[in-house]
């Protein structure tokens, strides 16, 4: 029963809606997630499975990049956590008889639920031009079919080769280092539609594109502020961080648009209390703000803080920061209307987080992809840095910044060399260790890949994981893009949309996953992770692969670059394939940080790396300093009659992964086309809750961009804001709309309008 796929496409998209629930996890948290294990695993296999998530010895889990606590419970996981080892652990498969059941017309019709529910890719597959199904084919095949590909290209840079972040350290070094070999730097990755933002202001404010804190620094702080993030589905571990915090004192302020139910109340599964009690009030202040107003907000409070006599830590201020006057110009000039126009709040509101904010001296800014995905998004993140660095709270226990990464290995690619912009001393190091001369041009980002392979410039995509066109913005430009690509590569553990949109050739490439036993000519590997929090740790697969020819994401890229560079390549890549340990061993050598690496991985529990600012208060920017930096207030100019749209997660949902059609704590059940919309403005509408609308996005091309068939559900949203599922809602995401510096999708504000068509 485990193992058998729904039949037909089950997405009967019929959403039944009751008022959202106030309380995340406790006892319905538990049965959720060993039910959804079960249904993909069986009863034994579950069991086996979940209790190595986490553990020193077991695999890291594949959900998000929340790091594990030092002292472990035999359970240490989450049921979102569940879920994503049970998507991967599953004992469905698809093999070729799928491929010839289902022409490649069939499943360009199927959702991504349903082409997610079949179950692991177990062969390579080979679509050709002109084909009606991928048919079966050999490795080598594969490979050189690849290599055939790219060296008929005019230059290397109409290759592009994208990561999504579930990749682990060794698969990424070694995925660079061919790019960079074959002479590219066309590596955009996940990261670019994500943190990408808060990467651009934290490198140039604080000198280094990651968070400032520690587990420890959480237990530690007086006030932590969680905005734009919704932690109880997509981060379910950092409560229990957040419980632990408030136990030692802590006070939380909650900045959203939302009123999420695992901000507001907690019920730990992992003590009696969670299970059987009311659980822990977590949020002290929720500040209800408008989408896009939290540059706004944090202005403000800026300015009080300067008009605070002895606010400011001034000591701090002068040894470390540069910046500091025309910042306080700025700050000082702040607008009480704007503010409140921009933020929907009131002043009385903002004024009692301003007495939490004084009263504390230890304090945390957390933060997600509700700051970084509008078109002010880096701005809106230097602002947070101003107010840490206004009370001096950066590089001292119990406070910091705090970017909450998603994809639980994303942070580590980067660090890997995963950058369409490398530094010009990553590349040096790469020069010296391998002997080769890595191009120096910047490289494609997500959006410019995109805008490439759509003006023909791109004609090779090859996908280290991920599913690139559900995942980015407006799909039908996308997928127009990458229709007009030679070949497209996807490396894979499950089947999704990117497999039935193609160039002209296609190929599947699939892969062992996190929980599975990877053994090389050198035994049996591990790999190694990085968290959300600078942690390097190993992971270990144990259970057998879903399919005995399988290749490891190292093993393929070995294998791939031998074809493709041959003999003028001097790098050992048999002997990397045999054994990971000799790429940590060069990692070891490029990176810095890394120093003894092997080693070092192999102790329990692995390695924090050094992080300047917060380790030693020493701020590796181009001033020496941490910058404080000055820019206008902006915030999304929403006209009469239309309202703001973010597009985001439900509880049942990996990004494109889509594990089921529920998402209790907002109280949806059975049905993802939703729209969350103020009663109030529902009714300005004349929309009733269980009308259907459709959803149009007006930008200044003109061009129209509709999802059709939308129920109205009225929510307790801010006032003039919307919210609705991704990857659903990409179609009205414009590829040009996008975060200044950064270039991420500004896919949380999107400017729509409604119109009410008769129930789908
Ligand atoms: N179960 C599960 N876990 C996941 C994922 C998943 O899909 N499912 N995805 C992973 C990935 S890759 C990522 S990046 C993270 C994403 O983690 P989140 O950032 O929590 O994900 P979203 O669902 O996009 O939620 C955005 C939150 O920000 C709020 N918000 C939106 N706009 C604004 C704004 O302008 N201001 C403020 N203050 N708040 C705003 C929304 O109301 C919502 O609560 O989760 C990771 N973990
Ligand atoms: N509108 C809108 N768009 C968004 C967002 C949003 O909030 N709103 N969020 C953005 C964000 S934050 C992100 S991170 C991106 C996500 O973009 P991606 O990372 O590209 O998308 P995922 O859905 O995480 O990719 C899922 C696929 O990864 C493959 N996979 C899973 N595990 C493995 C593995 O171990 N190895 C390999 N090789 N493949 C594997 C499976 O085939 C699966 O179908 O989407 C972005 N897009
Ligand atoms: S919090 Fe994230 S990493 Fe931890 S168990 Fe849950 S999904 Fe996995
Ligand atoms: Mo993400």
Known sequence: MAAKPPTGDPVQDAPEVSPPQQSAAGLPGVAHSLLAAQRQMGVRRTALTLLKVNQKDGFDCPGCAWPEPDKRHAAEFCENG???????????????????????????????????????????????????????????????????????????????????????????????????????NNLPDCSNMCHESSGSALTETLGIGKGSVLLDDLYQADLIIVAGQNPGTNHPRMLTALEKAKANGARIITVNPLPEAGMERFKNPQTAR??????????????????GGDQALFRVLNRLILENDGAVDEEFVREHTHGFEEFAATARAADWD????????????????????????????????????HKHSVPTIREVVNFLLLRGNVGRPGAGVCPVRGHSNVQGDRTMGIFERPAPEFLDALEKEFGFAPPRAHGLDVVRAIRALRDGHVKVFFAMGGNFVAAS??????????????????????????????????????????????????????????????????????????????????????????????????TPWEEFEGDYGHVRDRIARVIPGFEDFDARVRKSGGFALPHAPRDERRFPTATGKANFTAAPVEYPKVPEGRLLLQTLRSHDQYNTTIYGLDDRYRGIKNGRRVVLIHPEDARERGLADG??????????????????????????????????????????????????????????????????????
């Open 82 to 184: 569940a879920k994503a080892v049970a998507e991967e652990a599953t004992l469905r498969r698809v093999t070729p008889d799928f491929f010839t059941a289902h022409p490649i017309a069939d499943l360009a019709t199927r959702s991504g639920y349903w082409l997610g529910q079949q179950g692991r890719l177990t062969q390579p597959m080979f679509l050709d031009e002109g084909a009606e199904r991928y048919e079966p084919i050999a490795w080598d095949r594969a490979f050189a079919l690849i290599a055939e590909e790219l060296q008929a290209l005019g230059s290397p840079d109409e290759a592009v080769f994208y990561t999504s972040g579930r990749t682990s350290n060794e698969a990424a070094f070694l995925y660079q280092l061919f790019a960079r070999e074959f002479g590219t």
């Open 274 to 291: 969670g299970l059987t009690r009311g659980g822990t009030p977590l949020t002290d202040l929720f500040l209800q703000v408008r989408l």
């Open 338 to 373: 704007e503010t409140l126009r921009a933020t929907g709040l009131a002043r009385a509101d903002i004024e009692r987080a301003l007495e939490m904010v004084l009263a504390s001296r230890r304090t945390i800014v957390c933060w997600a992809m509700g700051l970084t995905q």
């Open 473 to 570: 913005p407006d799909t039908d430009v996308t997928e127009a893009a990458m229709r007009r690509a030679r070949l497209t590569v996807h490396v894979s553990t499950k089947l999704n949309r990117s497999h039935t949109v193609t160039g002209a050739r296609a190929l599947i490439l699939p892969t062992l996953g996190r929980t599975e036993r990877d053994t090389q000519a050198g035994g049996d590997q591990f790999v190694t992770v990085e968290d959300s929090m600078g942690m390097v740790h190993a992971s270990r697969g144990r259970l057998e692969p879903a399919h005995a020819e399988l290749l490891s994401e190292p093993a393929i890229v070995c294998r791939l670059a031998r074809h493709v560079l041959g003999e003028q390549s001097r």
């Open 691 to 760: 009308a259907y609308a459709d959803l149009v996005s007006e930008w200044r091309d003109g061009i129209e961009r509709r999802a059709p068939g939308f129920r109205v559900v009225h929510y307790p949203t801010a006032r003039g804001c919307a919210a609705a599922y991704y990857p659903e809602t990409n179609v009205l995401v414009p590829l040009d709309a996008t975060a200044d510096t950064s270039n991420t999708p500004a896919s949380k504000s999107v400017v729509i309008r409604l119109e009410q068509t008769a129930p789908v």
